[in-house]
């Protein structure tokens, strides 16, 4: 037979305080001496007590359930991400339910108006089709954070990079790498509304060079896929290749290289590529992969300490940071 579980009642007779002092302990509450809280603690390790998370969220009057909503699990950066919430909300005392939009407007719009299956205390959602105007009209009162590229002007608190300064980072590279014609992949239209698309821009012209716009390739999406389609089409074109190429995302670039690869263009010697968001698969790939790197971790992390502390997030924008990682696509 095993042994019963640990309860409360038991923690409280080992450390020799009262139940509401051990609930007190693990909900964190102030005003709680360390020899106290100290006592507690030994308590609940010598015992292996673990709290009834269910019992504690029906207390608070929460459902002990956050929602991470991206456009497809099946994408790298996204299935990290997810990851990273997974172990940010559990560390907060909730599990998450994981949806998926494709990017669709109307499953989108469903999402935030907090139309799930089951009741959650807050959505992290990462918006693709959405506006700014609908996010502000939601009279659902669930506490909202968003992520992603566009920040859609303050309408709810905002986790994410800068976009612009990172994308300006990676074409400064290529250029400090000896590359005078640029082009990018993925900068999707309109693109006085693309953030990368500006950063990349601003850094090219602060170069003195040009910005042929045979070279800026729009793409139907950000799979391997669509950048191996998006360098084919430059190709076709019988027009002078770039010497230094940006890609939105590491999956682009990838599908770039192998594009590249297959018409005998070596990689870094004819076109350097660097991509965006440091995938676990880039450090692999041959030649391996150069990079902004986001922070997924810090992202999660305070993404869910924004919808634990709803009242104080208000439109908070909170910037996260990210680092240039050099690999063997960029090394001329």
Same mark, same amino acid.
């Given at each position: ?24 302990? $693990? ?20 015992? @292996? ?12 009057? =929460?459902?002990?359930?956050? #929602? ?19 172990? #940010? ?64 002007? @303050?309408?709810?608190?905002?986790? @994410? ?7 300006? +980072? ?39 060079? %040009?910005? %042929? ?12 896929? %669509? ?5 084919? &089409? ?22 770039? +290289? =192998? ?10 010697? %004819? ?21 902004? #790197?986001?922070?997924? &971790?810090? $992202?999660?992390? =305070? ?5 634990? #502390? ?6 908070? &924008? ?8 050099? =690999? ?5």
């Amino acid at each position: 037979m095993t042994a019963p579980r640990p309860r409360l009642a038991d923690v409280a007779e080992r450390a020799g305080v009262s139940m509401k002092t051990v609930s007190n302990v $693990i909900n964190d509450y102030p005003h709680i001496s360390a020899a106290t809280r100290s006592r507690v603690e030994t308590a609940i390790d010598a015992l @292996g007590y673990r709290p009834n998370l269910s019992a504690r969220n029906l207390a608070r009057g =929460r459902a002990g359930m956050i #929602a991470l909503v991206v456009p497809q699990l099946d994408m790298p950066y996204f299935a990290s991400l997810a990851r990273h919430v997974i172990d #940010a909300a559990h560390g907060a005392g909730s599990v998450v339910l994981i949806e998926q939009t494709g990017g669709d407007l109307q499953a989108e719009r469903q999402l935030v108006a907090g139309e799930f299956a089951r009741r959650v205390d807050g959505i992290i959602l990462n918006p693709l089709a959405v506006g700014a105007e609908e996010i502000a009209r939601r009279t659902d009162q669930t506490p909202l954070v968003l992520l992603g590229e566009r920040t859609l002007d @303050g309408v709810a608190p905002h986790v @994410g990079i800068d976009n612009h300064a990172a994308a300006a +980072i990676a074409a400064e590279h290529l250029i400090e790498r000896g590359c005078t014609r640029l082009g990018m992949i993925g900068a999707s239209p309109p693109l006085r509304q693309n953030v990368r698309y500006l950063g990349f821009r601003q850094a090219v012209r602060a170069a003195g060079l %040009d910005l %042929d716009q045979h070279l800026l390739r729009p793409t139907a999406g950000v799979r391997g896929i %669509d950048g191996e389609r998006a360098v084919e &089409e430059m190709i076709d074109t019988g027009k002078p290749l770039p010497d230094g190429l940006f890609c939105a995302t590491d999956w682009l670039a990838l599908g770039a +290289i =192998r594009a590249l690869h297959r018409h005998r263009i070596a990689v870094p010697q %004819d076109v350097a590529v660097i991509g965006f968001d440091d995938i676990p698969y880039g450090e692999a790939s041959t030649p391996s992969l150069s990079t902004i #790197a986001t922070d997924r &971790e810090q $992202i999660a992390r =305070r993404a869910v300490a924004l919808l634990n #502390a709803p009242d104080k997030a208000a439109a908070e &924008e909170v910037t996260i940071d990210f680092e240039l990682i050099v =690999r063997e696509s960029t090394a001329r």
